[in-house]
């Protein structure tokens, strides 16, 4: 084992004083010692990638997962039927539906959801070429930034960096996508439905475009996350040759 270290720190002090200028070789030296004490054999390792191929691998992995996320999304129940990302009932008519259930209008609370969900599914393909933009996009710093990052810090700068233009061009989809599915009248005839009920009160307004945007976004993202999540744990999700180098 001691053999070993020696020779993984000798590897490292070769790396360090013939990739870096001169006035630089001092810090490099003392971060990759560090690293050594801790992890010989992997910092060697890690130390050997260039800025090109951790540049690559990681934008490979975005790549696999934002195509697996989006088509997961996409098809049919990729919302209604996935618990984690399940557009759920706005919380500002969960009184509308306790009081429908209660006379057996279960139907018109159904209705919406459902509509809302497939409304998602059918507008998630029109993020894939917003999110590959956006990933070609990505600079050196920024993929430095987050190599070291945890599970998810891809996904979580990702959605630092595109959320609001994503919003933005997503909405023409989700719009295109409510009329499809009657996501506004179902709404409308959930709250008339409700009305009717004596002394039910007023209805708080909702917008359901701005919700639908809201939570197909916060679904895609979440399952990004889970894709990019099982490409650095688990090595059968790396399925090319630079994912293997990157990610190992």
Known sequence: MKKEIFLSMVMALSLVFT???ARAQLENLKENLGKLAEDPLGA???TSLSDVEIGQGLKEALKVGITKAVKSVSKAGGYFDNTDIKIPLPEQLQTVD????????TKYTDDFVLS???AAESAAPSALDIFLDALAAMTI???RKVYGGGDTASTEYFKGKTLNRLAEAFRPAVDEALKTYDVTD???HLVEKYETIPFAGSVKSLSPDEYVVEKALDGL???LGQQETKIRRDPAARVTDI???VFE
């Open 186 to 188: 179902k709404y409308n």
């Open 116 to 118: 809302m969900n497939r």
């Open 44 to 46: 060697v390792q890690k």
């Open 19 to 21: 990739s870096v200028p």
């Open 243 to 245: 994912l293997k180098k």
């Open 141 to 143: 710093e920024d993929v």
């Open 98 to 105: 306790s009081a429908l259930r209660k006379i057996g209008m």
């Open 221 to 223: 993202f979440f399952v």
